[in-house]
C-alpha cells in the first residue's frame, strides 16, 4: 500500500478515551453502538476500511461490511493528547477506547514545507494568512508560549488542506492515502491553566470547530470520499517509544481449549493452496479420461505402429 503519513504516531498505553468518526463515505458503514475498540487495532479498522486485507481477524462489530468495489481513497487520523472526548456534533459516531495505539509512516515530500519547529511555527502564526486573522481566542493569548503552540497546530491542520487543495493531483491519483496527526497543545494548556479553568473550556471548544472544520475540507477534497477519525487520549501511562518490527518468527499463543467445538481458523493461504489442489486434481483427471478413451478407441491395423510393422513382415514372408 502506497501509504502518505504526517508525524509518525506511536501512542501507548492510552487510558479511558474514545474513538469518533467525523466523516465517512456510504461505501464506509460505521455502526452506532458502544463497543469497545482496542487501541492497537485502530491501524486494522483503517486498513478494512480502505479495502485492504490485515493479519489477524478485527472481531469489533462497529465497522460493517460496506461497498467492496468503492473504497475511500484516504484515511485521516487526528489524535488529540489530554481530553478524554470532545463534544462533537451529534451525527458523529464514538466508541470507547482502550489499550494502545500504534500508528507509523512516511511524509510525502509536498508536506516538507510545512512547520516543524517551534520557531517556524510562531514566525507562520504572524504571517498576514494564518488563523489569527480569523479565528477567535477568547481567553486565550497570543503572547503567551502554551497557547500558541496550541494554535500552531490547527495552524498546521490548516495549512495541510491548503496544500492539498493546490495539489489536488495528490488527492486524484491512484494511491491511498493515510494522514496521521498528534495534537498536544490541548494538554499543555490544560496542564498550564487546569482543566477547569477557562483557557481550557475555550481551548476544547474552538479545537471541536477546527477539528470539523479540517474533516469537512478533507472530506470534499478527496470528493467525499474519505474517512476522517479523531481519537481523544487523556493520558499515557508510558514514555513515548518507537514500535519495531521483527523479521524472526513469533511464538505463537497457547490455543485455549475448544469450548464449543467449533473448527480451527485457516490460515491466509488456505484458499490459495485449496484452488491449487482442486484444479490440478480435475487437469490430471481429465487428461487422464482423454488419454483412456483415446486408446479404448485405437485402430491396431491404422494407428499402432508396432501392428503395422508386424502386419508387413507377416506379409513379405
Known sequence: ???????????????????????????????????????????????????????????????????????????????????????????????????????????????????????????????????????????????????????????????????????????KDHSPDLYSLELAGLDEIGKRYGEDSQQFKDASQILTDFLQKFADEMYNLYGGNAVVEVVTVKAFDTPLVRKTRTVLQTKSKAVKGNLYNLAHRYSANYAVVFNIVLWLMLGIALAVIIISYGLWNIDPGYDGIVYRMTNQKIRMD
Open 1 to 171: 500500500m502506497a501509504a502518505l503519513a504526517l508525524l509518525a504516531l506511536l501512542l501507548p498505553g492510552v487510558l479511558g478515551n474514545e474513538f469518533s468518526v467525523l466523516r465517512s463515505p456510504e461505501s464506509v458503514v460505521f455502526r452506532d453502538g458502544k463497543w469497545p475498540i482496542p487501541g492497537d487495532r485502530i491501524p486494522d479498522v483503517a486498513a478494512l476500511s480502505m479495502g485492504f486485507s490485515v493479519e489477524e481477524d478485527l472481531s469489533w462489530p462497529g465497522l460493517a461490511v460496506g461497498n467492496l468495489f468503492l473504497r475511500p481513497r484516504a484515511t485521516v487520523l487526528v489524535t488529540v493528547k489530554g481530553v478524554d472526548s470532545l463534544a462533537l456534533l451529534k451525527n458523529v459516531v464514538s466508541y470507547p477506547l482502550e489499550n494502545r495505539v500504534y500508528m507509523v509512516g512516511k511524509a510525502n515530500a509536498v508536506f516538507e514545507d510545512l512547520s516543524v519547529t517551534l520557531r517556524q511555527l510562531r514566525n507562520r502564526l504572524y504571517q498576514d494568512n494564518s488563523i489569527l486573522s480569523s479565528l477567535p481566542l477568547n481567553s486565550l493569548s497570543r503572547n503567551n508560549d502554551v497557547d500558541l503552540l496550541f494554535l500552531s497546530e490547527l495552524q498546521v491542520l490548516h495549512d495541510i488542506s491548503n496544500l492539498l487543495s493546490r495539489h489536488k493531483h495528490l488527492a
